[in-house]
Structures are given as C-alpha cells and as structure tokens.
C-alpha cells in the first residue's frame, strides 16, 4: 500500500523547496494537507467541472483555516508538517 500523497510529496520535496501542487484537489482538506507539506501554491482543475463553485469554496476554507490557525495569511499553512 502506497503511502498518503502528503507523505510522498514531503518525502520528494525538501521543504525548502517552493511547489505547486497540482492534481486532485477538490476540497480544503486536500490544499491543506498539501500546503502543510510545503506546497506554495495549489492548483484546482478538474473539480470544477463537477462544481464550479469549488475555487471560491477552497479559497474561504483556506482562509478560515489559517485564521483557525492563527496565522495572518494562507501562505502561513505552508510547511506546517515539516517545523
């Protein structure tokens, strides 16, 4: 069994290391967990074909979740599994 995307993503990329991710995000848990492994930026594509609302939704989550959070901006949630 493969292990979680997040974890492959992190274990490839050194944190260090600025990414976009891009592929299978349709929901703010998936940009989170991606982000928190030190995605930059994500990328929502084919999910809007099934929701077009789906940008705008991620987006919100992503705020609400950085403010959940305590942190001042989205770009906040980068690398948070790797610190």
Do not use: K, W
């Amino acid at each position: 069994r493969r292990p979680p995307r997040s974890t492959r993503c992190a274990t490839l990329f050194p944190y260090t290391t600025l990414f976009r991710s891009v592929g299978g995000i349709a929901d703010t848990f998936d940009a989170v967990e991606l982000m928190a492994v030190g995605a930059s930026a994500v990328q929502i594509g084919t999910a809007l074909f099934a929701e077009p609302t789906a940008l705008a939704r991620v987006r919100d989550g992503l705020v609400d979740e950085a403010r959940r959070r305590g942190l001042s901006t989205v770009s906040g949630l980068t690398g948070l599994a790797v610190l």
